[in-house]
């Protein structure tokens, strides 16, 4: 009965398109238990049209001072209180057109600043699976949701450089697993035999069937070990790069599996067999099946492998966190790994398990092993970004608010890393100076999603307000330390 049900739920939400916008409201997790399909980050697929062009906005002269000069990395007495991270996060395809010009960046996070933020995740690997930073092997990003910018100019170094004299943390996120955008089949996938070999492979009703031609974005598969490798030359060609010494930390994101119905190739299925010890004498239908070809590709029946497989999935993403932990740490030892994930744990159709090794509470779910508790990732991270995209911010009368996941989210990590609390402001209606309050006191650090919507719905005032009553509850007396280049580093002026 359990499966029936489970079944019944997935058909539900995957039938229910996901798209992102910079004025969409956000989906409400809450309604479903398992919101497998669910992403609420928006990255690399929001409208990149600005609807608060910050070159137009007065109150962001360049010339303006940003207030008074001290230096974070000045060792403070043993009874001073520094700044915990409050973080903005800059995603590259809704921000695309907005950072296009040096006064535009310089302008946006002079407001950022000005408003309480003292970091920013800045992406640099968009979903199309190019760079905005200097790449060897991956294609510069000149057009986006089609916006063109033609930069003479590295943007993540512009970036990073105006916001080291600010005094900001600046941490670069990447999309990790995504690797083209299905409208108008752009991307690396599309145009690259390297990724092209990788591309995750869906079982469908219809088949099996290559991901770029449904309904989700264009995805490579995660164990294989040609996506290992891009991922951690990606990250070496980054923090090994002179002009990016001041850069804080790296952000995974999308590190997941996109769906329950994915990866289904060749490859997968030898190196399932190899986790295993077996054959799977039924490919894929020992894993799930469908009842008709007519049945919604969610509304698939368990296999007898079907608790293996999820395992699987999870330890192939464990395996893919740690290999990259050991690629930064390599070059950078001081820069921060982080991942962010949806809050409404566990999350086994993405692969996704962030929490503790030792949270073995999730044995218990009718789809894990007694075993799946062993594929937490935690342990690898500097810290985790726990995206607790809620409508409702405060409460425990149900598991659907902000302060609700932030207690669940300690109890699954079990101590094994810090974690900041982040929401999404996409709504218009957001109690913005509540939830930031409540996550910069309750954990140890804040990111809002995103510039764009911060923007579109002006929650600028109303942050900065959550901030001030944070710092002052916290006793605050002292900036955030944050990364600063190297003086033989230092960019010329």
Not at 74 to 86: F, G, L, N, S, W
Not at 119 to 125: A, R
Not at 450 to 468: N, T
């Amino acid at each position: 009965m359990k499966k029936q049900l489970f079944s019944f739920i997935i058909c539900l939400l995957m039938a229910s398109p996901v798209f992102f916008s910079c004025s969409k409201e956000p989906e409400n997790p809450s309604q479903d238990p398992l919101p497998v399909s669910q992403d609420p980050s928006g990255e690399a697929s929001v409208d990149p049209v600005s609807d608060d062009p910050v070159s137009e906005d007065p109150s962001l002269d360049e010339s303006a001072d940003p207030g008074p000069s001290v230096d974070p990395n000045y060792i403070a007495p043993t009874d001073t209180v520094r700044e915990k991270p409050m973080v903005m996060w800059i995603d590259a395809s809704a921000n695309f057109a907005r950072m296009a010009k040096k006064s535009d960046i310089t302008a946006t996070l002079k407001k950022a600043k000005k408003y309480g933020f003292n970091g920013i995740v800045v992406g640099i690997k968009p979903g199309q699976g190019t760079a905005l930073y200097e790449s060897e092997f991956l294609k510069p990003c000149t057009t986006l949701g089609g916006v063109t910018v033609n930069r003479d100019y590295d943007y993540l170094e512009y970036v990073l450089q105006e916001a080291k004299k600010l005094g900001m943390r600046v941490e670069a996120s990447a999309t990790v697993m995504v690797m083209g955008e299905e409208d108008g089949n752009t991307g690396a996938i599309y145009d690259d035999p390297y990724f092209a070999e990788l591309e995750c492979v869906e079982w469908l009703p219809t088949g099996l069937q290559k991901i770029s031609k449904g309904d989700t974005f264009a995805a490579i598969n995660p164990c294989h070990p040609n996506t290992v490798a891009y991922l951690k030359r990606m990250i070496t060609e980054i923090f090994s790069n002179p002009k990016y010494a001041a850069l804080d930390g790296f952000c995974l994101d999308y590190c997941r599996y996109m769906n329950a119905n994915s990866d289904f190739s060749d490859y997968s299925r030898h190196a399932f067999e190899e986790y295993i010890g077996q054959e799977v004498e039924n490919w894929p239908e020992d894993i799930y099946y469908y009842k008709t070809p007519q049945t919604a590709k969610g509304d698939y029946t368990p296999g007898p492998l079907y608790n293996q497989w999820m395992e699987w999935r999870s330890m192939v993403i464990k395996n893919v966190v740690g290999e990259a932990r050991e690629a930064l740490k390599a070059v950078r030892p001081d820069a921060d790994l982080s991942v962010w994930a949806a809050a409404w744990y566990p999350l086994p159709a993405n692969g996704q398990n962030w929490g503790s090794t030792k949270y073995t509470s999730v044995d218990s779910q009718w789809w894990a092993t007694q075993n799946y508790h062993t594929t937490g990732y935690a342990e690898y991270l500097d810290y985790f970004q726990l995206g607790a995209y809620y409508n409702k911010v405060t409460g425990f009368g149900g598991s659907d608010t902000i302060e609700y996941a932030l207690n669940y989210c300690r109890n699954i990590l079990k101590g094994d890393c810090p974690f900041w609390g982040t929401f999404s402001v996409a709504g218009s209606n957001f109690k913005a100076q509540t939830a930031t309050k409540l996550c910069l006191v309750k954990t140890d650090g804040c990111m809002v999603f995103d510039l764009c919507h911060i923007s579109a719905h002006q929650y600028w005032e109303k942050i900065k307000a959550g901030v001030d009553d944070a710092w002052k509850e916290l006793g605050v007396n002292w900036p955030l330390k944050v990364k600063q280049f190297p003086k033989e580093d230092t960019p010329a002026e």
